[in-house]
Structure formats: structure tokens, C-alpha cells
Nanobody, 120 residues
Framework: QVQLVESGGGLVQPGGSLRLACRASGVTFSTYYVSWYRQAPGKERELVAGISSAGSTIFPDSVKGRFFISRDNDKNTVYLQMNSLKPEDTAIYYC??????????????WGQGTQVTVSS
């Protein structure tokens, strides 16, 4: 059974940074495509970053240059580094994954989410 656990969320001022972590258990995470999604109140869920098993990454224009995704296979963990945070980045952030995938589409496994609030 694949379990994904996110951590690292919290309250940060505009312009600040946070690093989220997604730790997997029960699998060899290096063989999974891993994505980060977010959902703000009243809005649809959106992709904010994805990383393949080979290390290829993808970001939407809304976060490109501010968000970075990386993986530490020894720790079975994927990180989302978020810099220059804006109030509009406020949302619940979810880690998601799919085995042997090449795109962030249709993840099979989801974490429980972690709240990120950007406010002064």
C-alpha cells in the first residue's frame, strides 16, 4: 500500500519561502512520477510541479522560476521548494504519484495535503 505524507506547510509572509516534503512508504519512490497540486478555496485543483523518475521537471507559468521540485531517492522523498511566495499561493498542497508514469496526468496515489498560507 502506497502512503504519501506531506509536511512543511505553514504560515509565511509574502516574499518568504517554504519547503514542502512528500515522503512515500511502501514503495520504491524513485520509480514513480511525483507531482504537487494545490487547491485554494473555491478554486479548482491545479498542478504546480512534477518530476519524473529520470528527474525531468514541469511547472506552470504561474510558479515557474519561483518553485522548484527535487527528489532524494535515498530518503524516498520529493521536495517542493517555494520561493517569493505570494498571497495567491495560499492553498492546500497535495503530493500525488503514479508508478512508471512519464507525465503528471491522472495520479493514482494522493497525500492528505498540507496547508500553506501566505499572509502578512
Amino acid at each position: 500500500q502506497v502512503q504519501l505524507v506531506e509536511s512543511g506547510g505553514g504560515l509565511v509572509q509574502p516574499g518568504g519561502s517554504l519547503r514542502l516534503a512528500c515522503r512515500a512508504s511502501g514503495v520504491t519512490f524513485s520509480t514513480y512520477y511525483v507531482s504537487w497540486y494545490r487547491q485554494a478555496p473555491g478554486k479548482e485543483r491545479e498542478l504546480v510541479a512534477g518530476i519524473s523518475s529520470a528527474g525531468s521537471t514541469i511547472f506552470p507559468d504561474s510558479v515557474k522560476g519561483r518553485f522548484f521540485i527535487s527528489r532524494d531517492n535515498d530518503k524516498n522523498t520529493v521536495y517542493l521548494q517555494m520561493n517569493s511566495l505570494k498571497p495567491e499561493d495560499t492553498a492546500i498542497y497535495y503530493c500525488a504519484s503514479r508508478w512508471n508514469a512519464y507525465t503528471p496526468d491522472d495520479p493514482r496515489y494522493w497525500g492528505q495535503g498540507t496547508q500553506v498560507t501566505v499572509s502578512s
